[in-house]
């Protein structure tokens, strides 16, 4: 027994060295970096209930793309998914001059068909913690993807010291199928979703199995062991946090372990040292963390439900000092996290999430445009949708890319969506006396290199006294957070509010219930940009706008992206 227990300990070291190692030792110059891919269906037990997921060469959540700033990614995707079509987003990566490469079925490219293979050829033009998954449908929930962390060249340093860097996938589970889930959204009478049955630390979650058959719920199966992050006493980790929820909004923590700030979505943060980090769909973070507690036993990781009624158990994680076995469970009650409505303390977060000094980027002082989009819950020919202005958005068979490229008429409408809405007489505090709407296809249309300011403005939905949270998510840009606020948005009163000394830059920001979030970014990429909410559900149902900007700047697209709608059959010259 005791020369087992030593070789576990032997591999453990080996592996911890062989991780830091590979951390630290980076090409000098920038590389092209090829990775193929092949997208299957798999049964995967990752809370012990046996489920339907889909993987990347076998692996659910799918493999981490570890490369330099400035190395260019190709990745060959291999739809072997006998019944769906795949299209793959690399969230964060802004895809200048590859505008088709963003991944975005119904925008940029035509989805992969099954049987066919894409390549994504794109570069990464900055350090940072980044994501990739599904943008197809409401398939990313059934576990396609992953993370994405790119490192600065060598001689390069960030402004912050750590030991050992590594990454961490924090996600929600359902065992519906989105099938299963669209359907009911789709459906008159309509069927909502509901919370998800686990949350998932790097792919790992525990459902209680009592009264399923063994067959479906086996809660020995190692697949659905604890997820452990092992750690030597008085190293410092820097944990990259990715999150991939489909519809929760979390809190992070580390029982009895303090956490210091300092990195989101790529960009780097004014330190703050904290106990718990809010973290929302679409999100990522670095925080360092000093092992400095009693190294003769093991704590827990926990994330928990925030701004939902939570109804999902906790997830649980340990957090293992070396030599301690890595499967040792603390003694101790898992930490349970912040309450759930505490939307204040959520908010103080937000504000407190600024630009490091010695690395802001200060935005321009005033803007060309300013569109303001209403976030409500309507119905749309007796179905209930999500809309922006009292228009519910949705996509075209043809992708905007393509068409607006090509000159193609008549695949969207050209009337341009609204820019506000009627707010003096509109109470963000009450179920609206009409709730119907509008659907559409229109985009907004950008003049290039224009400053432009969105202000998001959250609402009462259809149920009276509830107000969700939207991570909103801008593809091919970073936007200035400018502020938040509580109550309806006063463009008199509130730009005095805005932040423009130091404020973060980030590609996905919170909407708080019944407040407003203030964005400011350049429409300097030329191409077609996604902005939505990154709830999937929400998304379905028409909570997104599209953004066009200098799309005659962009080169010419791949045929590969090609195929669908009114491009079948198109012959480029």
Known sequence: MFGILRCERIVIMLLVTCIFISFVTVPTEAIDRHYTWDVTYQYKSLDCYKKLAIAINGLTPGPTISAVQGDTIIVDVINNLLMENVAIHWHGIRQRGTPWSDGTDGVTQCAIMPGETYRYKFVVDRAGTYMYHSHYGMQREAGLYGMIN???????????????????????????????????????????????????????????????????????????????????SGKTYRLRLASLTSLSALSFQIEDHEMTVVEADGQFVEPFVTRNLFIYSGETYSVLVTANQDPSRNYWTSINVISRKPKTPNGLAIFNYYPNHFHKSPPTNPPAGPLWNDTQLQINQSLGVKARQGFIVTPPEKPDRVIVLLNTQNKVNGYIRWSLNNVSHSLPSTPYLIALKENMADVFDPTPPPEDYDSP??????????????????????QFNSTVDVILQNANIMTANVS???????????????????????????????????????????????????????????????????????????????????VEKVGNIPKSNYGCGKTKGFVKP
């Open 150 to 232: 790119v490192s600065l060249p060598v001689g390069v340093s960030e402004p912050f010291k750590y030991d050992v860097d590594r990454g961490i996938i924090l996600s929600d589970w359902y065992h519906r199928s989105a099938y299963d889930q669209s359907t009911g959204l789709s459906s008159v009478p309509f069927e909502w979703i509901g919370e998800p049955q686990s949350l998932l630390i790097n792919g790992r979650g525990n459902y209680n199995c009592s009264g399923l058959a063994h067959g479906v719920c086996n809660s020995t199966n190692p697949q659905c062991s604890p997820s452990t992050l092992t750690v030597i």
């Open 425 to 446: 007489n509109f109470d963000i505090y009450s179920v609206a006396n009409n709730t119907n709407a509008n659907s559409s296809t229109s985009i907004y249309r950008l």
């Open 468 to 550: 969700e949270t939207h991570p909103w998510h801008l593809h091919g840009h970073d936007f200035w957070v400018l502020g938040y606020g509580e109550g309806k948005f006063n463009l008199s009163r509130d730009i005095e509010k805005y932040n423009l000394v130091d404020p973060i830059m980030k590609n996905t920001v919170a909407l708080h219930p019944y407040g407003w979030t203030a964005l400011r970014f350049q429409a300097d990429n030329p191409g077609v940009w996604l902005f939505h909410c990154h709830i999937e559900a929400h998304f379905y149902l028409g909570m997104l706008v599209v953004f066009e900007s200098g």
